[in-house]
């Protein structure tokens, strides 16, 4: 599966305050209106500047910080397609192939700037950067995440199998 | 093969006894869980997946326990509406269920016997990790993870590799848990430890009390970590003793087992510590921040709100009163430590002293209500982070300390070092 879009630039250590802050994510189960508040803290007119299918691109250490799915949710409903960074913290790897947000781990994830054009093919693990004309190559998903990915999810996942199945 | 020769970590031999297989770091498992916990902020989503996977009973419901904490009482009809919605589905499924003011999960699970040593538990919150202290493997997890325990009673886990940090010495007067553990992250870095267990050893934490140990595992996620865990001793088997009849299954790594890495740490020479604004890594020794003006102290969560905590704050501020224009809160972790801390005349002290006392609970630290600071305002506060944003507004600037850091700052209306005030 081939992605196209354009990205959205955040640095090292975005954390999951960051992503939906705790005044907002306690408040309601609605994804679609707390998605109007992700990123609010660095840069209040984010969701304003996403396109659907638009990529965030970030340094070390993404998502660190509290359990809430709200997180990955949020960029989800953002219409956010893929969160490519250097690093992810581990709670929210997991939280966001468990909710069907692609990752994608690749060091050289800094070679990308703001505005550049994406071309990222997950399951090959490619991400091309038409605006440069630079191919970068991304680290394999472990397999047992990629089979709760391919599901749709672990609540899927779960579904399908009637239990783990990995 | 050279690996079955070793011995096995803390974290190998629990996920291994949990799945049925002969687990080392790096395999996947798919292992039973003894307790699993969700809190208000978590468990709704969880409740929606769990509906999402056709769920209609628990596997063990006895195992599992829902606790309203984060925003509680209710701040507005919103968080209302999801609180009853855990309420009703404790009521149908049968499991347990913490309604506002008995305390923060985190306390919950220890305190009320649900955690014994050799357990492999997991929470629908980050700083389920305090349960290390416990000689238990604690992770947390998000919420759809949560439905699928619900579901299955069973979790599929990467066995972590485990980084040693070992702590000789003694600490000195004034240094307490939370400034050792500040000192590491600060050594370690904020991703440092991920996807690793720590185990906490040596001298230093063999002498401390399991209220200070809770403090140091509760913080190990902040390193990035998995589980931060610590030996079995007399102190842990005399705590579960006390509140659980289960059996405890005391754990611990060979001597020859595989370490990622250890570090070593002198801990007589660690000074009071402080994490500056925004992260937990962002340390520094307290003497290098005496300048810095306070607008409110925080004393409470699942890092330091425990009845030790409380005892030294008011030692502190014992016949004094908090400096003019500085607003001092406290939230006792749970609703029996509140009782004890009433018991001993704790609280008397630190309301005398000036302190606001609010229902047990998570609010200040998570900026969902009960302290909410200003714009430009500085915060000390005993929490385990200080991201921006963090207490409710992203204009205020959040130090973290130990408790005697927080009261002696309160007391000057500057971050203060609390080895003066107790002279």
């Known amino acids: 599966m081939k992605l196209t879009g354009k990205v959205h630039k955040f640095g090292d250590s975005i954390n999951t305050d960051y992503i939906i802050s705790g005044k907002y994510k306690f408040k309601t189960l609605d994804m679609d209106e707390l998605a109007k508040h992700v990123m609010e803290d660095l840069d209040p007119s984010f969701y304003s500047k996403i396109a659907p299918g638009d990529f965030i691109v970030a340094g070390r250490n993404f998502g660190l910080g509290s359990s809430r799915e709200q997180a990955p949710l949020v960029i989800k409903h953002a219409k956010i397609s893929v969160v490519i960074a250097v690093s992810f913290a581990r709670i929210f790897f997991r939280n966001a192939i468990n909710t069907g947000l692609p990752l994608v781990v690749c060091r050289d994830a800094g070679k990308i700037d703001a505005g550049d054009k994406l071309e990222v093919d997950i399951s ?14 991304a680290e394999p998903l472990p397999p047992v995440m990629i089979k709760i990915l391919q599901d749709g999810g672990l609540a899927e996942h779960i579904t399908k199998h009637g239990g783990f199945e990995l | 093969m050279v690996g079955d020769t070793l011995g096995r970590t803390i974290s190998e031999k ?10 080392k770091a790096g395999d996947i498992v798919v292992a039973e869980i ?10 709704p989503l969880s409740i929606k997946a769990f509906q999402k996977m056709k769920g209609e009973r628990l596997k063990n419901p006895d195992r599992i326990s829902l606790v309203i904490d984060h925003s509680a009482p209710s701040p507005n009809e919103g968080v209302s509406a999801l609180h009853k919605m855990m309420r009703e589905f404790s009521e149908k499924t049968g499991c347990n269920l913490y309604d506002i ?8 699970m220890p305190e009320r016997g649900h955690v014994v040593p050799g ?4 929470g629908a919150d980050s700083h389920t990790t305090t349960y290390g202290a416990l ?6 997890i998000g919420s759809t993870d949560l439905a699928a325990v619900m579901l299955t009673g069973k979790l599929w886990f990467r066995v972590p590799h485990t980084t040693k940090i070992a702590y000789k010495g003694k600490m000195q007067k004034g240094v307490y848990s939370k400034d050792l553990m500040l000192h590491t992250i600060g050594l370690t870095t904020a991703d440092g430890c991920t996807y690793d267990a720590m185990e906490f050893t040596g001298a230093a934490v063999r002498s401390m009390s399991i209220d200070a140990r809770m403090t140091m595992a509760n913080m190990a996620v902040e390193a990035g970590a998995k589980a931060g865990i610590f030996e079995c001793d007399e102190k842990t088997l005399k705590y579960v003793a006390e509140r659980s009849k289960r059996a405890p299954k005391p754990t611990s790594s060979d001597p020859d087992a595989l370490f990622n890495k250890t570090i070593k740490i002198d801990s007589s020479k660690v000074p009071p510590m402080i994490a500056k604004p925004h992260s937990v890594d962002n340390v520094e020794p307290v003497d290098k921040l005496l300048d810095v003006n306070i607008n409110q102290a925080f004393i409470g969560t699942c890092t330091n709100g425990r009845v030790e905590d409380l005892k030294i704050a008011a030692r502190i501020l014992k016949d004094k009163q908090v400096k003019k224009g500085v607003r ?9 430590i509140y009782l004890e801390a009433m018991r001993l005349g704790v609280l008397q002290t630190l309301v005398k002293a000036g302190a606001a006392v609010v229902t047990p609970g998570c609010g200040c630290c998570v900026g969902t209500h009960n302290g909410v600071p200003s714009d430009d305002e500085n915060v000390i506060s005993t929490a385990n982070r200080n991201f921006k944003g963090r207490m409710g507004n992203s204009k205020a600037f959040i130090y973290l300390a130990s408790p005697a850091t927080v009261a002696a700052s309160a007391l000057k209306g500057k971050i203060a070092d609390p080895r003066e005030a107790t002279q």
Do not use: W
């Not at chain 1, 090959?124 to 190559?137: P, Q, S, Y």
């Not at chain 2, 629990?14 to 687990?23: K, N, R």
């Not at chain 2, 003011?101 to 919950?108: A, I, N, P, T």
């Open chain 1, 124 to 137: 090959a693990g490619v991400i091309r950067d038409i605006t440069k004309n630079i191919e970068l190559k």
């Open chain 2, 14 to 23: 629990i996920l291994g006894a949990h799945s049925g297989t002969d687990a």
């Open chain 2, 34 to 43: 003894d307790y699993a916990m969700g809190q208000d902020g978590t468990t």
């Open chain 2, 101 to 108: 003011g008995e305390g923060v999960c985190h306390q919950l």
């Open chain 2, 119 to 122: 357990d492999l538990v997991v």
């Open chain 2, 135 to 140: 000689n238990a493997f604690s992770t947390g």
């Open chain 2, 328 to 336: 001092l809160i406290v939230a006792p972790a749970s609703k029996g």
